[in-house]
């Protein structure tokens, strides 16, 4: 598993991802996406809204406004609660979600430092005087308000993860140590044992519309797309004439005020969703939900996700949302751990009920069959757009070596990579070479997002390409305009990103090549012109 410092990095270097603000000194919550970013979150999008909206006869799009009436947030539940239990530690001010504390200890600096120490031979032989040592020593620099007391306890290692019992078991006896209060644990980022209790904070990001601050109207910027289309569902319903069942589509940014955001794009407090609302008779609404999430399990298949890197969670009882029958999430294998990509949840008829409740307007279905209006079910989709464009980037980085040297290459689905293709002259002080090159890019340009990149040598232009996901390079060379000892052949090569195979082919049916390359038929076209020969 790659860590996510190289993914960063990556992002950054290559123009995807830059920190919010960064000539600032950045905002640890916000990320820009760059030239090649922009384009590859928008395919992830156009992707889904592709297979979710056009290839569908029961889904409908919709795209509603940020900024909702109050009410709605009152109806909804949000504004009662909307919140996660957070802690805050005493000393260095630094705040954490109280239900993801374990975690937060078991990946922090100090914390994993103090557990190599415990797996070491000054520990085997001497378990008190070793972590005296450390505290003493790399602790004090890593967590500086680590209590001072020695521990009392029997550690048993080695342990193997924050779900370990015994790392738990070793976090009391640290937390005992140290007198700390009710949280029993100790802080990740400066060792202190003086976490607060925990206390619920609101995840509703407050805004006011209006000129004069006392005046103006406070409401909220949407902490979910899906109350937009709740409250459009006559709307919608009237103007589609669509029967049940049936679904409205929305993609569009969500904010929460997170306590932690971090892990780089996974959590952060400006976010995209793409959310599916699907109205269904009550009654066939668990049919439904299972097909959902067999669905939506395999589109991510569909794109190149390696499966062995997906799994399906469900939701335990007393952690389901107050409006969700059952939820199911699935999950992706991220450099942290397992962690929510998409949740897939039966909402019942909640919404629909309560936007009835507090607006005064009817929010029912007539059933032709049954001549009896219903209020239909909802089955939610629930994906983030950052999160799924996060996961597969991880998924398809990979580091191979190639003659010796390090090769970085994105394995990106065809459909996914930012780039299509490349077109790269061998020789960049031939005129005919680069004029020949640069006409083929822009013809390539109508049907793909194609670039001329002529920068650096062939060698290292192929390894930019690949850094980035391109999946197909075009390189145009002395055979293919002429020179003064053999004619023109008007051959170019195409060279595979996963491969690097290498065809050589015409240029003039060079549209209906790429248009088979596209649809992942490179065998095919091997077979017919071969595969080049360095
Ligand atoms: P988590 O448990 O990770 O906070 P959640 O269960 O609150 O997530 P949902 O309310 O189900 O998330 O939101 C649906 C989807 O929206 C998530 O699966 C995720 O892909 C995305 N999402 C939610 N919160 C964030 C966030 N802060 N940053 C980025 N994406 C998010």
């Known amino acids: 598993m790659v860590d996510m410092d190289k993914i960063v990095s990556l992002c950054k270097r290559r123009g995807f991802i830059f920190q919010s603000s960064e000539i600032y000194g950045g905002l640890g919550s916000a990320w820009d996406y760059g030239p090649l970013g922009v384009e590859f979150k928008n395919n992830v999008k156009r992707l889904w809204w592709r297979d979710n909206v056009h290839l569908r006869d029961d889904m409908v799009g919709l795209d509603a406004a940020i900024t909702m009436h109050p009410k709605v947030w ?115 980022n400066c060792g202190s044992g003086k976490l607060s209790d925990p206390k619920p904070a609101s995840l509703m990001l407050e805004t006011f519309l209006g000129p004069v601050q006392e005046t103006a109207t406070k409401t909220y910027l949407r902490p979910e797309t899906a109350q937009g289309i709740f409250v459009n569902f006559d709307n919608v319903l009237q103007a589609s004439r669509k029967k049940l069942p049936f679904g409205i589509a929305q993609i569009g940014k969500a904010f929460r005020n997170e306590i932690t955001p971090g892990n780089f794009t996974f959590r952060t407090r400006e976010f995209e969703q793409m959310e599916i609302e699907f109205f269904v008779m009550p009654g066939t609404d668990e049919d439904w939900h299972q097909r959902w999430i067999d669905e939506r399990f395999a589109w991510y298949l569909k794109y190149g996700m390696r499966e062995e890197n997906l799994r399906l969670r469900e939701h335990e009882k007393d952690e389901l949302a107050h409006y969700a029958k059952r939820t199911a999430d699935i999950e992706y294998l991220f450099p942290m751990g397992w962690s929510e990509l998409e949740g897939i949840a039966n909402r019942t008829d909640f919404d629909l009920k309560q936007h009835s409740k507090f607006s005064g307007k009817a929010l029912e279905y007539f059933d032709e069959e049954s001549k009896q209006k219903v209020i239909p079910y909802v089955i939610e989709p629930s994906a983030g757009a950052d999160r799924a464009a996060l996961a597969f980037l991880v998924d398809a980085y990979h580091e191979e070596e190639v003659r010796g040297e390090k090769r970085v290459v994105l394995k990106l689905h065809r459909d996914l990579a930012p780039l299509k293709i490349a077109v790269l002259p061998l020789l960049k002080k031939n005129d005919r070479i680069v004029e020949t090159a640069k006409k083929l890019c822009a013809d390539l340009r109508k049907r793909w997002y194609a670039v001329y990149d002529d920068t650096a040598s062939i060698g290292r232009l192929y390894r930019r390409q690949d850094e980035v996901g391109t999946p197909f390079c075009v390189t145009v060379d002395v055979q293919t305009v002429s020179d003064d000892k053999s004619p023109a052949d008007e051959k170019v090569t195409i060279r595979d990103r996963d491969t690097m195979e290498q065809v050589r082919v015409s240029m003039a049916p060079l549209e209906s090549i790429m248009d088979e390359l596209m649809a992942g038929k490179w065998a095919e076209v091997a077979q017919v012109h071969g595969i080049k020969k360095d």
């Open 74 to 188: 009152e109806a909804s539940g949000h504004l009662a609660s909307f919140s996660d239990p957070f802690t805050g530690c005493a000393d260095c001010g630094r705040h954490y979600r109280a239900d993801q504390i374990i975690d937060a200890i078991w990946n922090s600096r100090w914390f994993r430092a103090f557990n190599k120490m415990l797996e070491g031979p000054a520990a085997k032989k001497d378990i008190q005087k070793a972590v005296e040592n450390w505290i003493q020593g790399e602790g004090k620099k890593l967590a500086p308000n680590f209590p001072q007391s020695t521990l009392s306890g029997n550690i048993r290692l080695p342990l193997e993860g924050a779900n370990d019992p015994r790392f738990i078991e070793l976090l009391r006896v640290l937390a005992h140590s140290s007198n700390s209060n009710v949280m029993g644990f100790l802080c990740p």
